[in-house]
Nanobody, 122 residues
Framework: QVQLVESGGGLAQAGGSLRLSCAASGRTFSLYAVGWFRQAPGKEREFVAAIGWSGRSTYYADSVKGRFTISRDNAKNTVYLQMNSLKPEDTAVYYC???????????????WGQGTQVTVSS
């Protein structure tokens, strides 16, 4: 079972940028699809972005399309989420998850990280 650790969260101003990292253990990480999800206080978890095992296929929620970019470096067992033009509504705990399919459905991901807080001030 792959284990995931997120980092890179913090406080940013509206219009600013942050880059989240999802570091994985396990030699087979390159075979997994990875998704980023977020959950704001009082709201349900929502899909943000996903990337296939090779990095060639990517998917984004409409709310982040054009502002966020997901990428991966399989040699480093790491997936990144570059977040630009941040908005206060991006404030949430961000989680990465690994699974066998590149999907927007959180239930299809078997392994989850502990989350990292992102706070965007106006």
């Amino acid at each position: 079972q792959v284990q995931l650790v997120e980092s890179g969260g913090g406080l940013a101003q509206a219009g600013g940028s942050l880059r989240l990292s999802c570091a994985a253990s396990g030699r087979t990480f390159s075979l997994y699809a990875v998704g980023w999800f977020r959950q704001a206080p009082g709201k349900e978890r929502e899909f943000v972005a996903a990337i296939g095992w090779s990095g060639r296929s990517t998917y984004y929620a409409d709310s982040v399309k054009g502002r966020f970019t997901i990428s991966r470096d399989n040699a480093k067992n790491t997936v990144y989420l570059q977040m630009n033009s941040l908005k206060p509504e991006d404030t949430a705990v961000y989680y990465c998850a690994a699974g066998s399919q590149t999907t927007t459905q959180g239930s299809q991901y078997a392994a989850w990280g502990q989350g990292t807080q992102v706070t965007v001030s106006s």
